[in-house]
């Protein structure tokens, strides 16, 4: 059974910082790897997603690394500002297609 | 709007009756999601269904019931409602190849 963890459960950075989000997985057979944004009291918003294939992505400040041999993806977030405070989730699809394991989250807080 | 809206927003109901939380999405996507949000136990999945007429268990699935007789749609109903299941209740949807597109949520509270 795949199982997610996410590492630091929370961090907290002042603002400017270069900052790294780090996903682990147990099972190496994945089919895709995405990173969602999750604001208190709100939705998840998709920032980026990495396909097996593939070994990073890159999207303005955000950039997502992908190590399926070794379990574990990374989340690159550079210069950072208090608006990227949020919960940052990473969730793995499994080589079937068919579904989606979630990490529990990193509560990120930048501070100004 | 294109994309995936879910109905309520909020709701509140008492234990033992029948809820039911809606899910529509506008691109056809095949693959449509059912996930719970508690503290402490992150998101679980509930239900899936990887086509109309084709659903299936998920991790959390006791006292939940899906369909999907179209593609745009996945209702999800909760025949008689627990104080359990208390939760923030998210759909979504994908294509194989692409990622998980959520909608807002429904916050449910169950007295």
């Known amino acids: 059974k795949q199982e997610v963890t996410q590492i630091p459960a929370a961090l907290s950075v002042p603002e400017g910082e270069n900052l790294v989000l780090n996903c682990s997985f147990t099972?190496?057979?994945?089919?895709?790897l995405q990173w969602f944004r999750q604001d208190p009291g709100k939705g998840l918003t998709s920032l980026l997603l990495?396909?097996?294939?593939?070994r990073e992505q890159t999207s303005g400040r955000l950039n997502a690394s992908l190590d399926k041999s070794s379990g574990r993806s990374t989340l690159y977030i550079a210069a950072s500002q208090p608006g990227d405070s949020a919960t940052y989730l990473c969730a793995v699809r499994d080589n079937y297609g068919q579904n989606f394991v979630f990490g529990p989250g990193t509560r990120l807080s930048v501070l100004p | 709007d294109a994309g995936i809206t879910q109905s309520p927003r909020y709701k509140i109901t008492e234990t033992g009756r029948q809820v039911t939380l809606m899910c529509h999405q506008t691109?056809?996507?095949?693959?449509m999601f059912w996930y719970r949000q508690d503290l402490g136990h992150g998101l679980r999945l509930i239900y899936y269904?990887?086509?109309?007429?084709?659903?299936d268990k998920g991790e959390v699935p006791d006292g939940y019931v899906v369909s999907r007789s179209k593609t745009e749609n996945f209702p999800l109903t909760l025949e008689s409602a627990t104080r359990s299941q208390t939760s923030v209740y998210f759909c979504a949807s994908s294509e194989r190849q692409w990622g998980l597109f959520f909608g807002s949520g429904t916050q449910l509270s169950v007295l």
């Open positions: 099972d190496s057979a994945i089919y895709n």
């Open positions: 269904s990887a086509a109309a007429d084709i659903t």
């Open positions: 990495i396909q097996s294939s593939q």
């Open positions: 691109w056809s996507h095949s693959y």
